[in-house]
Each structure stands twice: as C-alpha cells, then as structure tokens.
C-alpha cells in the first residue's frame, strides 16, 4: 500500500536525519523506500545520491543525482550537488550547474532557509570559476594579443561585461529615442576639439559665479513643481533645495538678469555647440549639489544630445555615476555623458558642489539630422503647451 503524505514526510525526515547522524548506509535504504512506497520526488532522490555518495557507490549515486534533476531541473540542492560532483572530478562544467542554482535562488523571494548554504556555495564557486577564467583569459590575451598595442578602454570594458566585473545599462531615454546611435557612457573628451579652450576659463567662469552667490539666493530647486501639472515625485528630487540650479539660459530663453552678470561665461561658450530649439533648448546652468545630498538614479528624456559638466567649486568626495562608471568632479575638468544612460551623485563632503551645465548635439549627427530632430522637438513642446526643459 502506498505511504500516506505523513508517512512520507516521516521517512524524508528520517532519511536526512540519518545522514546528518553518519548512517549512509540506512540513510539509503529510508531513501530507497520513499521512493519505491511514497512516489518518486527530486527530494528523495537527491536524498539517495547524498547517501550512496558517502557510501562511495558513485554510479548509483550520479544515477540518483540525474534522477532528481529530471523531475525537478530547478532544484537548487541537486544543482549545487551536481556542480560539487564536477568539480571533484575537474570538469569546469561544474560552473554551469552553480550558475544555474544561484539564478534559480535569485527568483525565489524569500529563498526557502533550507537552501540558503547551498546558493550561498553556489555565489561562492561562481565568484570562483569567474576568477580561473578571467585569469586564463587574460593571460592567452597578453600572449596572442600583446604586441597589438595599448588595450582600448571599450575592449577593456568589453571583458569586464563578459566575466560579470560590470553591468550593461543601456540607453534609456525616457521620451525619445533616435536609433543607431553607439550607448556610450562618458565620451572621448579627443571628439570635441572646443572643450581645452572652454575649460581654460574656469577660474573666470568660477568668478562670475561666486559673484551671483555673494549675499544672493539665486538658487532654486532644480526641479519644481506646477500646480498644471502632475508632481509625482518618484525619486524624491521635486522641490528639493539640495539639488538646486541657477539658469542663465532656461527653455531656449536667456534669463537676462542673470546672464547679463556672467560675459565671460557667455563669451565661452560661444563655440561650443549647444543645442537650439525653440521654446526647448538652450539651457545654461550653474547646478549645485548640497553637502551630505544624493540624487537618485535617473534617466534623461532624449538620447540626442550629451550633459556637459564643468566642475567649478568641486570638493573631494564628490561622485557622479553613469552606468557602471564612476568618477569624482575635479575643478576644470569637464566631461560630456549620455544622461538617457542611469546615473545618481552624491556629495559627502561639507561642502557644496557647483558645476557648469550645459547640453550639446552629439557628434555623430548631421546638420540635416540637427535640422530635423530640432524641428520635432519644437512641434513637442508646441503641443505639450511649452513644457520645456526635460530633465537637463
């Protein structure tokens, strides 16, 4: 007569405990009745390959572990099982099995306590075989490669994506898309033949800048809310001083009283190629960033410009993440990136940051592009009644 589910949970607690007690052989023989009496489950027969392993009857016990994983092929303790019996016997083959039982323990929310060692040694034989391979990777690289020349910063990431060093983030924009374009996080600052001239007016830039701030609040939250229009607020950046901007160009519109006290920086970005569309772009900043504030991980609205910094009161401690790069700001150092790319700041200092901000065409487009993306965008911004500035 077949065992009843009590009876069968009996036995499966009997035949672990028997093993936790040393007793293989007996541990077998629950095991061997569960399955015949109680109906075969990947949990019995994990059990058995557990017992005939300590009995050292292999066959039987690779026999049992195949079994398991035929009724159950995401069972996290016959995978990790499977990928011990492997590396034993030093086939790396292993490491698809530990791979496999650590995506299977991700899924699950909660993982089950009586598998959290197993995915645990599964994290830990990946980070493993991930190690051996890279090393044996790099090193064939060195040995074939190494008379090519200097290793580019794109192959360089290239191999940090294969062996999981870093994550992918896409390009992401939260509007528009313009196809074909390469996802790159910060660009080769040797594309832009205009940014050592700009970048050699920080001083004076910083000046005009300190001068607006003298006895003044010109500062407001970078981000405000409009009674017009939704304010939902999802990353906790609305109305929020610690992020604030001082424009001297806002909506395509030049803030006159503000832009009239800053020549120099005007005169600077004379050759500079900002975007101009009407009622859209272009917008000029200074953004300041509080001690201790964080902005969260976002995503810009267009994927046809770039975000230029120039750092101009930059203390340590200050960091800004694009995908999976992250750089501290440094005073006259400017840098352009893809802000459709996720990316946050932080500044841990006790001091406040303060950057020029601006957005540029990217360099991969023509002129008749520029013309025509210009030409949508203003159509947009007619028919969203001049929402302007989309998260610069």
């Given at each position: 007569?077949?065992?009843?589910?009590?009876?069968?949970?009996?036995?499966?607690?009997?035949?672990?405990?028997?093993?936790?007690?040393?007793?293989?052989?007996?541990?077998?023989?629950?095991?061997?009745?569960?399955?015949?009496?109680?109906?075969?489950?990947?949990?019995?027969?994990?059990?058995?390959?557990?017992?005939?392993?300590?009995?050292?009857?292999?066959?039987?016990?690779?026999?049992?572990?195949?079994?398991?994983?035929?009724?159950?092929?995401?069972?996290?303790?016959?995978?990790?099982?499977?990928?011990?019996?492997?590396?034993?016997?030093?086939?790396?083959?292993?490491?698809?099995?530990?791979?496999?039982?650590?995506?299977?323990?991700?899924?699950?929310?909660?993982?089950?306590?009586?598998?959290?060692?197993?995915?645990?040694?599964?994290?830990?034989?990946?980070?493993?075989?991930?190690?051996?391979?890279?090393?044996?990777?790099?090193?064939?690289?060195?040995?074939?490669?190494?008379?090519?020349?200097?290793?580019?910063?794109?192959?360089?990431?290239?191999?940090?994506?294969?062996?999981?060093?870093?994550?992918?983030?896409?390009?992401?924009?939260?509007?528009?898309?313009?196809?074909?374009?390469?996802?790159?996080?910060?660009?080769?600052?040797?594309?832009?033949?205009?940014?050592?001239?700009?970048?050699?007016?920080?001083?004076?830039?910083?000046?005009?800048?300190?001068?607006?701030?003298?006895?003044?609040?010109?500062?407001?939250?970078?981000?405000?809310?409009?009674?017009?229009?939704?304010?939902?607020?999802?990353?906790?950046?609305?109305?929020?001083?610690?992020?604030?901007?001082?424009?001297?160009?806002?909506?395509?519109?030049?803030?006159?009283?503000?832009?009239?006290?800053?020549?120099?920086?005007?005169?600077?970005?004379?050759?500079?190629p900002l975007v101009h569309v009407p009622g859209r772009s272009p917008s000029v900043l200074f953004s300041l960033l509080r001690?201790?504030?964080?902005?969260?991980?976002?995503?810009?609205?267009?994927?046809?410009?770039?975000?230029?910094?120039?750092?101009?009161?930059?203390?340590?401690?200050?960091?800004?993440?694009?995908?999976?790069?992250?750089?501290?700001?440094?005073?006259?150092?400017?840098?352009?990136?893809?802000?459709?790319?996720?990316?946050?700041?932080?500044?841990?200092?006790?001091?406040?940051?303060?950057?020029?901000?601006?957005?540029?065409?990217?360099?991969?487009?023509?002129?008749?592009?520029?013309?025509?993306?210009?030409?949508?965008?203003?159509?947009?911004?007619?028919?969203?009644?001049?929402?302007?500035?989309?998260?610069?």
């Amino acid at each position: 007569m077949p065992l009843t589910a009590a009876e069968s949970r009996a036995l499966t607690e009997r035949g672990v405990m028997q093993l936790r007690a040393g007793q293989a052989a007996a541990a077998r023989d629950t095991f061997a009745r569960l399955i015949v009496e109680g109906g075969d489950n990947a949990d019995a027969q994990l059990g058995l390959a557990h017992a005939h392993r300590r009995l050292d009857q292999h066959q039987l016990a690779a026999a049992a572990l195949d079994a398991a994983l035929a009724l159950q092929p995401r069972h996290i303790g016959a995978l990790v099982l499977k990928g011990d019996w492997l590396d034993a016997a030093g086939n790396t083959t292993a490491a698809s099995f530990y791979q496999a039982a650590t995506k299977c323990a991700a899924q699950l929310d909660p993982l089950p306590r009586e598998w959290a060692a197993a995915a645990a040694h599964a994290q830990t034989m990946c980070e493993r075989y991930a190690e051996r391979f890279e090393k044996t990777l790099r090193s064939h690289i060195e040995t074939v490669a190494g008379q090519a020349g200097e290793v580019s910063p794109r192959f360089a990431q290239s191999l940090d994506l294969l062996v999981g060093r870093r994550q992918l983030y896409p390009s992401a924009p939260l509007l528009y898309l313009f196809p074909e374009l390469p996802t790159v996080q910060f660009f080769d600052r040797r594309h832009f033949a205009w940014l050592e001239a700009l970048e050699a007016q920080t001083d004076t830039i910083r000046g005009e800048l300190q001068a607006l701030m003298d006895g003044q609040d010109v500062f407001r939250p970078y981000l405000q809310s409009d009674a017009s229009r939704p304010a939902l607020n999802k990353v906790g950046i609305l109305d929020n001083p610690d992020w604030s901007a001082c424009f001297l160009w806002k909506n395509g519109q030049r803030i006159d009283a503000l832009a009239d006290r800053c020549p120099a920086t005007e005169a600077a970005l004379a050759k500079v190629p900002l975007v101009h569309v009407p009622g859209r772009s272009p917008s000029v900043l200074f953004s300041l960033l509080r001690p201790g504030a964080h902005i969260p991980a976002h995503h810009g609205f267009v994927n046809t410009r770039l975000i230029v910094h120039l750092p101009l009161i930059a203390p340590a401690g200050c960091r800004f993440r694009v995908g999976n790069e992250t750089r501290e700001w440094v005073k006259g150092q400017a840098w352009l990136f893809d802000d459709t790319i996720e990316h946050e700041a932080w500044n841990t200092s006790p001091q406040t940051r303060v950057v020029l901000l601006f957005e540029v065409w990217r360099p991969e487009f023509t002129a008749s592009e520029r013309a025509y993306v210009s030409a949508l965008f203003e159509s947009i911004e007619r028919q969203r009644g001049g929402v302007g500035n989309w998260g610069i």
